[in-house]
C-alpha cells in the first residue's frame, strides 16, 4: 500500500532539546509539504521541497530546519530556537498531475 | 494575499439533518479550491476539488460548487451520520503560484449526535 508515514506518533521532549519529526513516503511524489495544526487556526506551512536537495521556507519556518537528502524522506527538526513548538505536525506530498496531497497520520509533539 | 474563510464552528447535528459549511475565498488568479477531512487523531483525507467555476465536486454524499462570482465554495450533505463526526478544512491552490502550496481555512469542527 502506497502512503505517508511519520513517526512517532507521540513525542514528549524537554524544553531546549532539539527533536526531529520523520516522514516517510513511497509515492514517487517528488513534492513534499511540512504543516504545523493548532487549534482553531488551520494548518500553515512550515518548510516544503519540490525535489530533492532542495527546499523553501513557508510561512512559520523561523525555529525549523529540514533535509531532502532521499526523495522518499523529508525529515522535520524542530529546534530550541522555536518558542512554541507543542502542536500537531502534518507532513504531505503532491501528485503533479493532480495536484492532490496525501497526508500522513501527523506527530503530536509535547515539549514541556 | 491569498486567504480561505470558513464559518465558525463547531457544528451540531442529529442525524440525517442538512449540512452547509460556508467558505470564501480570496485569491489572485484562477485557484483550484478543496475541501478536507480530518478525523480525530489523523492526517487530513481529500474529500472533494473543483478546479475551475461552475465546477462542482462531489464524494460520499458531500458536494461543493465552485461559485467565481461569490468566491464561494460551499460544503453540503443532505443528510449527516455520526461517521461524518470529524474536522472539515477549505483549501486553495492559487493559480501559477508556488508549487502545489494550499492555503487552509482554520477548520470546522462537526459533530453529529444519533
Known amino acids: 500500500d502506497g502512503g505517508i508515514t511519520q513517526s512517532p506518533k507521540y513525542l514528549f521532549r524537554k524544553e531546549g532539546q532539539n527533536v526531529t519529526l520523520s516522514c516517510e513516503q513511497n509515492?514517487?511524489?517528488?513534492?513534499m509539504y511540512w504543516y504545523r495544526q493548532d487549534p482553531g487556526q488551520g494548518l500553515r506551512l512550515i518548510y516544503y521541497?519540490?525535489?530533492?536537495?532542495?527546499?523553501q521556507k513557508g510561512d512559520i519556518a523561523e525555529g525549523y530546519s529540514v533535509s531532502r537528502e532521499k526523495k522518499e524522506s523529508f525529515p522535520l527538526t524542530v529546534t530550541s530556537a522555536q518558542k512554541n513548538p507543542t502542536a500537531f505536525y502534518l507532513c504531505?506530498?503532491?501528485?503533479?498531475?493532480?495536484?492532490?496531497?496525501?497526508f500522513g497520520p501527523g506527530t503530536r509533539l509535547t515539549v514541556t | 494575499g491569498n486567504s480561505v474563510t470558513q464559518m465558525e464552528g463547531p457544528v451540531t447535528l442529529s442525524e440525517e439533518a442538512f449540512l452547509t459549511i460556508n467558505c470564501t475565498y480570496t485569491?489572485?488568479?484562477?485557484?483550484?479550491l478543496f475541501w478536507y477531512v480530518q478525523y480525530p487523531g489523523e492526517g487530513l483525507q481529500l474529500l472533494l476539488k473543483?478546479?475551475?467555476?461552475?465546477d462542482k465536486g462531489s464524494n460520499k454524499g458531500f458536494e461543493a460548487t465552485y461559485r467565481k462570482e461569490t468566491t464561494s465554495f460551499h460544503l453540503e450533505k443532505g443528510s449527516v451520520q455520526v461517521s461524518d463526526s470529524a474536522v472539515y478544512f477549505c483549501?486553495?491552490?492559487?493559480?501559477?503560484?508556488?508549487?502545489?502550496?494550499?492555503?487552509f481555512g482554520q477548520g470546522t469542527i462537526l459533530t453529529v449526535h444519533p
Open positions: 504531505a506530498s503532491i501528485d503533479s498531475d493532480t495536484y492532490e496531497q496525501y
Open positions: 509515492l514517487n511524489h517528488d513534492a
Open positions: 521541497s519540490q525535489i530533492v536537495n532542495d527546499f
Open positions: 485569491a489572485t488568479g484562477y485557484p483550484s
Open positions: 473543483a478546479t475551475k467555476a461552475d
Open positions: 483549501a486553495l491552490k492559487a493559480g501559477g503560484t508556488s508549487y502545489g502550496k494550499l492555503t
